[in-house]
């Protein structure tokens, strides 16, 4: 059974810092790319950054130089990050896996497990 279990959210001063994680368990996963999306109420998910298994990164324009992504292997755990918060970056936040071998997609519909999300709140 695949799993994926996101941790760390919570909430903080617009301007604070938070380091999101994801757990990965029932199978190998670094072999392929990871990724964060995010919701906000009313909105769609979005892109917020991804993974690849060699360790090469890309992020969405909003939170380019202020998030970053990183995995570890050996614990099969993906982390977010999130510094100089603003209040737009309030969302619940999804970790996902793409099964898809040799690339790191943007789009929701390219991955294939999601983990149960976590709530980030920010104030302003």
């Known amino acids: 059974q695949v799993q994926l279990v996101e941790s760390g959210g919570g909430l903080v001063q617009a301007g604070g810092s938070l380091r999101l994680s994801c757990a990965a368990s029932?199978?190998?996963?670094?072999?392929?790319?990871m990724g964060w999306f995010r919701q906000a109420p009313g909105k769609e998910r979005e892109f917020v950054g991804a993974?690849?298994?060699?360790?090469?990164?890309v992020y969405a324009d909003s939170v380019k130089g202020r998030f970053t992504i990183s995995r570890d292997y050996a614990k099969n755990t993906m982390y977010l990050q999130m510094n100089s918060l603003k209040p737009e970056d309030m969302a619940v936040y999804y970790c996902?896996?793409?099964?898809?071998?040799?690339?790191?997609?943007?789009?929701?519909?390219?991955?294939?497990?999601w983990g149960q999300g976590t709530q980030v709140t920010v104030s302003s």
């Open positions: 996902a896996v793409d099964l898809g071998m040799g690339r790191t997609t943007t789009y929701a519909g390219d991955y294939d497990y």
């Open positions: 993974i690849n298994w060699s360790g090469g990164t």
């Open positions: 029932g199978r190998i996963f670094s072999a392929y790319a």
